[in-house]
């Protein structure tokens, strides 16, 4: 069975900073890519950022493109959010997710969830 697990949320004033962790675990744990989703409330799950495992190529939500870098360290089964100049429309609840497909930047695409991470951004 594959568990994520979340970290790295908190409150943080607008134009600050925040680092998430996504740790994949598991003894069959195989995935194409891992993506962050958020979701705020009354909102749907929408998609962030996502890395492929292989050859690190990257993908990201225009409201987020030159603000926040997704990163993955292999060897540990890791991954990282990375997220600079904040503001508050960015609070939500964070998702990280390992997919199996190429279909990474829509949450269909995706086989596991974590329980999600939150981040609250103050003006």
């Known amino acids: 069975q594959v568990q994520l697990v979340e970290s790295g949320g908190g409150l943080v004033q607008a134009g600050g900073s925040l680092r998430l962790s996504c740790a994949a675990s598991?003894?069959?744990?195989?995935?194409?890519?891992m993506g962050w989703f958020r979701q705020a409330p009354g909102k749907e799950r929408w998609f962030v950022a996502a890395?492929?495992?292989?050859?690190?190529?990257?993908y990201y939500a225009d409201s987020v493109k030159g603000r926040f870098t997704i990163s993955r360290d292999n060897g540990k089964n890791t991954v990282y959010l990375q997220m600079n100049n904040l503001k508050p429309e960015d609070t939500a609840v964070y998702y990280c997710?390992?997919?199996?497909?190429?279909?990474?930047?829509?949450?269909?695409?995706?086989?596991?969830w974590g329980q999600g991470t939150q981040v609250t951004v103050s003006s």
């Open positions: 598991g003894r069959t744990f195989t995935s194409y890519a």
């Open positions: 890395i492929t495992w292989s050859g690190g190529r990257t």
């Open positions: 997710a390992a997919a199996s497909t190429s279909r990474t930047v829509v949450a269909d695409g995706y086989d596991y």
